[in-house]
T-cell receptor, first 115, second 111 residues
Framework: DAGVIQSPRHEVTEMGQEVTLRCKPISGHDYLFWYRQTMMRGLELLIYFNNNVPIDDSGMPEDRFSAKMPNASFSTLKIQPSEPRDSAVYFC?????????????FGPGTRLTVT | GQQVMQIPQYQHVQEGEDFTTYCNSSTTLSNIQWYKQRPGGHPVFLIQLVKSGEVKKQKRLTFQFGEAKKNSSLHITATQTTDVGTYFCAGPWAGTYKYIFGTGTRLKVLA
């Protein structure tokens, strides 16, 4: 199993540019989560999907952030326009609802730097 | 909203010493998870606890869920340099799949 795949692994962009982060969850998993990690704020849940449907996006910082999951094997997190304070590591995670175990499998993350 | 706090924030130990991190939730949890994140890496699931007062062991790691299901602890016996990393607890918010991660405890092991 390839695990959760994220791309790109590193992204450096200038303020005002659009940034798109990509995630491929583990095949068969029905939950997908987007997290942001910074030193100041720790690991924050931005949004999560169940069977491709957004369930809770209350963690999305503002309208500049949007996330989609067009099918079970692909999700994107878009920031437009990007700002320096968006610099962080963004993790995608997926899990399978077994009814008793809710283990999340994290991808390697995308380190975003906005200058 | 729900908060999950961990103490200590940092811990430096000599190799071979024991280590404990504590996790406290502002609300009762249906379950609690523990993750480990190596420097530069991503969080990796360690364990999930469900029952009140539950204790689980994984080799040198002992996990405990409090009787009131609002706190938990992770104890490492005889730390090794491979234990270096940040340990997070995480609890579901109001019975949803939205897991709130704790503030983390960063462990450094001095050889």
């Amino acid at each position: 199993d390839a695990g959760v795949i994220q791309s790109p692994r590193h992204e450096v962009t200038e303020m005002g540019q659009e940034v798109t982060l990509r995630c491929k969850p583990i095949s068969g998993h029905d939950y997908l989560f987007w997290y942001r990690q910074t030193m100041m704020r720790g690991l924050e849940l931005l949004i999560y999907f169940n069977n491709n449907v957004p369930i809770d996006d209350s963690g999305m910082p503002e309208d500049r952030f949007s996330a989609k999951m067009p099918n079970a094997s692909f999700s994107t997190l878009k920031i437009q326009p990007s700002e320096p304070r968006d610099s962080a590591v963004y993790f995608c995670a997926s899990s399978l609802d077994t009814g008793w175990n809710y283990e999340q499998y994290f991808g390697p993350g995308t380190r975003l730097t906005v200058t | 909203g729900q908060q999950v706090m961990q103490i200590p924030q940092y811990q430096h130990v000599q190799e071979g010493e024991d280590f404990t991190t504590y996790c406290n939730s502002s609300t009762t949890l249906s379950n609690i998870q523990w993750y480990k994140q190596r420097p530069g890496g991503h969080p990796v699931f360690l364990i999930q606890l469900v029952k009140s007062g539950e204790v689980k062991k994984q080799k040198r790691l002992t996990f405990q869920f409090g009787e009131a299901k609002k706190n938990s602890s992770l104890h490492i016996t005889a730390t090794q340099t491979t234990d270096v990393g940040t340990y997070f607890c995480a609890g579901p918010w109001a019975g949803t799949y939205k897991y709130i991660f704790g503030t983390g405890t960063r462990l450094k092991v001095l050889a």
